[in-house]
């Protein structure tokens, strides 16, 4: 490339920056759903204008500047999709509060956007822009500019934004944040477990596999890329662990809706050509087999059924017990043609899978243990006393805000009672719609509203409490 051209991909990046910090700066800060997308705004303009000084970008080549300047738009596109048109401020602030309680108010901190898929994912947003502005930064310039930032991006699927019960989800992927920040010890407990209970059968499935003996590098590989098969559903069991712990039953209901359309007994890996990368997801009727005994299902349900007796909740806790029964039909998947070890390694995991199950919940109640011990005695964070009392308002459409407790104006209801008494009178509401009528859009419209509106509602109440405690210990009045 001569120096013309050089020029000419250089000025492209320096507009392209430009017209990212213009997009950024037109942002309506009002819109943003918690104060963290202001800061991340404030993060990347720090670094676009540092991309876009000439004295500071000095050396960078043109073109992998303009590279940079090309990717940047997915980053900006990320925060303007940040908006409380397609997310419930209410209840990413709740959120907020959750992670707050488990990271500290330091960071990591999380911000909240939207995908156009239907599925939920947190991205580790700071360290993917980190990675990526190594190109054309040196490493102490991109510390200074990040400074112990470290921003997750939590992507929600806009398609169902009304669909409030379905944030459960967020629980999962803060399971998966929890065990990214602990990973060294969560991590050796799920390999003890793999040695000691699983290592040897894999050991005579892949000699009975494998036709000719191994030598004994592919022997090792092969038991390598088993035994993190083996972390990786673990983790996904953990962070299944964790949103049951924090966002109740509606986890449950909100995980099942996502598994519609896939095989429920499939449990799935994926394996890149060289075994560098690798996903693995137990199966979705394993993964509620499991949430059934973290949750306590059957106490939680005759508890609710003692106080609240109708036949669409009955319907639907019946149908939560059913859904996560244990099943015996697991199959696997390896979807990695292109991975030579892909046969061996299905072979390995299928015909272990009772032993792998078995395993997999031992090691889910040595997590538990971990992580209450971290983060106290974390008790389910619902109550079905509550739920009942939340179950009762909705069915007369009353805010489903308050707990009754003698008092006249009575307790402000807590997140997880709201959107689990939320979740089960949305699926009352859809089991019991009647097509013909087509009134089923009026019901599910009314349960929405009344849903957003108590969250709304309760989180302000709590914030307006929170206030009012710290302004009396400061010793003002109002
Ligand atoms: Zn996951």
């Not at 940079?68 to 908006?83: D, G, H, K, N």
């Not at 395993?359 to 974390?378: A, D, P």
Request: net charge negative.
């Amino acid at each position: 490339m001569n120096s013309f051209e050089q020029h000419v991909a250089r000025s492209k990046a320096h507009i392209l920056f430009g017209k990212a910090i213009d997009v950024l700066e037109q942002l309506d800060g009002d819109c943003f759903p918690t104060v963290t997308s202001d800061d991340v705004r404030g993060h990347l303009l720090n670094i676009l204008r540092t991309l876009r000084d000439p004295d500071l970008i000095g050396g960078a080549d043109p073109v992998l500047l303009y590279q940079q300047a090309v990717q940047f738009q997915e980053y900006v596109s990320i925060l303007a999709a940040s908006s409380i048109e397609h997310i419930s401020w209410p209840l990413v602030g709740y959120c907020d509060q959750i992670w707050e309680e488990h990271f500290g108010t330091d960071s990591p901190r999380v911000f909240y956007s939207t995908t156009q898929q239907n599925n939920y994912f947190l991205v580790k947003f700071s360290e993917k822009l980190k990675n990526q502005l190594i190109t054309v930064l040196p490493k102490s310039q991109i510390q200074t500019l990040f400074d112990g930032k470290a921003f997750y991006c939590l992507q929600l699927a806009s398609v169902e934004d009304e669909n409030l019960p379905l944030y459960a989800i967020i629980g999962h992927e803060f399971g998966h944040a929890l065990f990214h920040k602990n990973a060294d010890e969560y991590e050796e407990v799920a390999l003890q477990a793999y040695e000691s209970q699983l290592a040897v059968s894999f050991q005579m499935s892949i000699q009975k596999h494998s036709g000719t003996p191994l030598l004994e590098d592919e022997n090792t590989r092969i038991d390598k890329l088993l035994s993190r098969i083996y972390v990786k559903l673990a983790t996904e069991l953990f962070s299944d662990m964790v949103a049951a712990l924090l966002m109740g039953p509606a986890y449950l209901l909100a995980l099942h809706e996502t598994g519609w359309g896939t095989r429920k007994n499939l449990f799935r890996v994926a394996l890149s050509p060289n075994g560098n990368w690798l996903e693995a997801h137990p199966s979705h009727q394993f993964r509620q087999s499991c949430l059934h005994k973290t949750l306590d299902l059957d106490v939680f349900c005759s508890d609710l059924l003692k106080k609240k007796k109708n036949p669409e909740l009955e319907k639907a806790l019946g149908f939560l017990k059913e859904s996560t029964t244990e099943s015996e039909d697991d199959r696997v998947g390896v979807d990695s043609p292109e991975n030579p070890d892909t046969a061996i390694i299905r072979h390995c995991l299928q015909e272990n899978i009772v032993k792998v199950k078995e395993s997999l919940q031992g090691t889910v109640i040595e997590f538990r243990k971990l992580h209450e011990k971290r983060h106290g005695g974390s008790n389910q964070s619902f109550s079905s006393d509550n739920i009942h009392a939340l179950l009762e308002r909705f069915s007369h459409h009353i805010l489903p805000n308050i707990i009754p407790d003698g008092s006249p104006l009575g307790t402000p209801a807590e997140f997880a009672d709201i959107l689990n008494a939320a979740a089960l009178e949305r699926f009352e509401a859809l089991e019991g719609c009647d097509l013909q009528k087509d009134d089923s859009q009026k019901r599910i419209g009314v349960v929405e509203r009344l849903t957003a509106k108590a969250l709304e509602v309760s989180f302000v109440q709590k914030e307006y409490l929170k206030w009012k405690k710290e302004d009396t210990a400061h010793g003002r009045t109002q």
